[in-house]
């Protein structure tokens, strides 16, 4: 097994250079949204995905160790993973696919991969908003997860929201009702 830097247009000057944003996986694609150090964001699309595994920057020590010092996207040669998936023809065409981002490794073996650059640029700074319903409803959620984008388009009758822990708010609409 090597591991060599993926050439990509995406830059990636060290291991911990990129801040996942998203990712998504709809059961034969796999897309990740990155953003560089200097805020340019690309969504990187895996397609015909085989396997992948997300693991913590922390736990993720041993492949680190193996990874160049210079980039933070690599692809695997002469993958044991891919080995270990057997001898279908198609993963002939597979490739091993490691995306290194400041929390996250994101490993993949997928037999194709596009970038694209994202119009959008998230920085830390700015105020995310929120897709909200008329008043009285709840902001749009998914899997009991608030959807946030710094990108979001406002409908222009409904107001901005400012980002609120949706646990914490939770528990004290309930810690209220057990007081009632």
């Given at each position: ?175 209220q009702n057990r007081l009632?």
């Amino acid at each position: 097994m090597k591991i060599i830097v993926w050439n990509t247009p995406i830059t990636a000057t060290w291991p911990r250079a990129l801040i996942l944003k998203n990712i998504v996986f709809d059961t034969v694609s796999l897309v990740l949204k990155v953003e560089e150090e200097e805020g340019a964001c690309w969504q990187i699309t895996f397609k015909s995905v085989q396997t992948f595994k997300t693991t913590t920057e922390e736990c993720a020590g041993p492949l680190l160790a193996q990874v160049p010092e210079q980039g933070g996207l690599f692809k695997v040669l002469d993958s044991l993973w891919i080995k270990e998936l057997g001898k279908a023809d198609f993963l002939t065409k597979s490739h091993h696919y490691i995306v290194c981002c400041y929390d996250e490794v994101v490993e993949v073996v997928a037999g194709e991969v596009e970038t694209a650059r994202t119009p959008e640029t998230a920085r830390i700074s700015q105020t995310p908003e929120i897709s909200q319903t008329p008043e009285g409803n709840k902001p749009n959620t998914r899997g009991g997860v608030l959807l946030i984008s710094p990108t979001t388009t406002r409908q222009p009758e409904h107001p901005r929201w400012s980002f609120v822990d949706s646990s914490s708010e939770n528990n004290r609409h309930n810690n209220q009702n057990r007081l009632r």
